[in-house]
């Protein structure tokens, strides 16, 4: 764990792995250091926000002085199940980058449960790890300028959903109508961090 | 309520605070671009500091008012007229009943704010009524014909005051370096140039002209996992060019941040316009 400069009113704090991410993000969410505003996990840091007047190099100080265990209760929490229809663009173009046929695709990503390791991007889009790697690729080389919302995508060591219509650059393997963004939903946000998440086809 | 006439390029409703502390959701913190300056013109109203108010980006905009109201700008000086009469900026501005305001074009700065004793009081979305253009956040932008509620007067009175000093800047814009400086051959080329206001600007951030920042050896063709930025992230993507953030960035960033605007300071890039020049100083924390 080491700290890295961010302005006058943050502290990027990098690590080594996503599961470290995750829980430094637990820890620090359950007990924030003094004058926190925001945390920020991200894929191997996580942003701590923190108000004009705090005192950062303090701030600095307890973070690196945390030892965060495993990410525990993970396991027993609830498991969002999203219906998927698997005839998304870019499906064999995942297939050949990831040497599986489509059918193989699909079941890689119906056969593992998946967790949103943290949010970004827009509003209710989660970045979700799975238990596996069978299904990293890279972004497409050209981003889209229009993804259509309940769009399911793989990018990286990430699966994600994307909320609303909006560009985009991940590969694009179905689609789903569950409502991922909902203001008059208290939280809003269906993938909040820490949620497991179980794709099935639709 | 208040009815609007005419928008100019681009009128939102902003609160100084905005949506801190949601960054679970995916949601950044938006509100006003200048900050200081929203602030400044509730404060010439007696508004609480949480009071709406619009941002108006390069004049144009004109209101007609039903009922009297107490306003202030502050700001982008735009010249502002009450039924044709010259009124000032950064003082408490009576506006009789059935009269109209307008604004022309400011001749420095880019945003002027006018807050209304009592606040624009539309919905407040997830505890702000700042409009997150990107993220699609908090009430519609403004629109012509658009009838603006404004909620009851506050407690506070009207402060006798003649008027506000605006406030002074040389186009300095304070940083401190990284988080990830150590991405570029040369850092300091970052801090000893002169850059340009490109008008590829907008809520989001503003992009500069000058000369390319190449990364360093270890660090070409090295793709950045996605981090968390703040505003005033000076963002480099691969053309070399730097995009400052601002009110309404991204919760999360790809390309490296060589270096960040301290918090002060994003209200006066607020204000810059395309064709300036900014220059960045070095500061420790």
Request: net charge negative.
């Amino acid at each position: 764990m080491r700290t890295r400069p961010c302005g006058d009113t943050g502290l990027l704090v990098e690590l080594d792995s996503l599961e470290e991410v995750l829980a430094l993000h637990a820890d620090l969410a359950a007990d924030p250091p003094s004058g926190t505003v925001d945390l920020v996990p991200a894929a191997r840091t996580v942003l701590v926000r923190v108000a004009a007047a705090a005192d950062l190099p303090g701030v600095a100080t307890d973070v690196l002085a945390r030892e965060p265990g495993a990410v525990r209760g993970r396991a027993e929490g609830e498991v969002v199940e999203i219906a998927v229809t698997y005839d998304g663009e870019d499906l064999d173009d995942v297939a050949r980058h990831t040497g599986l046929d489509p059918e193989e695709v699909v079941e890689a990503h119906t056969g593992q449960t998946w967790t949103v390791a943290f949010a970004g991007f827009t509003p209710g889009f989660g970045y979700l790890v799975g238990a596996d790697d069978r299904l990293h690729v890279l972004r497409r080389e050209s981003s889209r300028t229009r993804v259509p919302a309940g769009a399911v995508g793989l990018a990286g060591e990430f699966s994600g959903v994307y909320p609303r219509e909006s560009p985009g650059g991940w590969q694009l393997v179905g689609r789903t109508d569950h409502v991922l963004w909902d203001l008059d939903r208290d939280p809003p946000a269906v993938l909040l961090p820490g949620t497991r998440v179980r794709f099935v086809r639709a | 309520m208040i009815t609007v006439l005419a928008t100019g390029p681009q009128t939102t409703v902003q609160d100084v605070r905005g949506r801190p502390g949601r960054a679970d959701l995916g949601v950044g913190v938006s509100g006003a671009a200048d900050r200081r300056a929203l602030a400044l013109a509730n404060r010439l109203v007696g508004n609480a500091p949480d009071a709406a108010g619009l941002e108006i980006t390069l004049g144009g905009f004109a209101a007609s008012f039903p009922t009297s109201a107490v306003v202030a700008l502050a700001g982008a000086p735009a010249p502002v007229t009450v039924d044709g009469r010259p009124a000032d900026p950064h003082r408490p501005v009576v506006v009789p009943g059935g009269s109209e305001l307008r604004l022309g074009t400011p001749p420095t700065g880019l945003r002027t704010y006018l807050a209304v004793r009592g606040g624009i009081a539309v919905e407040p979305v997830l505890g702000s009524r700042a409009t997150d253009v990107v993220a699609g956040l908090g009430p519609a932008v403004v629109g012509e014909g658009d009838e603006l509620p404004v909620g009851s007067a506050p407690a506070d009175p009207v402060p006798g005051i003649d008027l506000a000093p605006p406030p002074r800047t040389d186009g300095t814009l304070r940083v401190v370096l990284g988080p990830r400086d150590d991405w570029f051959a040369d850092p300091a080329l970052f801090l000893r140039s002169a850059w340009t206001v490109t008008d590829d600007l907008n809520r989001v951030g503003l992009r500069l002209e000058g000369p390319e920042l190449v990364r360093a050896e270890a660090f070409t063709d090295v793709e950045l996992p996605s981090e968390g930025v703040v505003r005033g992230s000076v963002q480099v993507p691969p053309s070399g060019r730097p995009t400052v953030f601002l009110a309404d960035h991204p919760v999360t960033g790809g390309y490296p941040v060589i270096a960040v605007v301290v918090d002060a300071d994003t209200d006066v890039a607020g204000q810059l316009r395309p064709g300036e020049q900014v220059r960045f100083r070095r500061v420790y924390r």
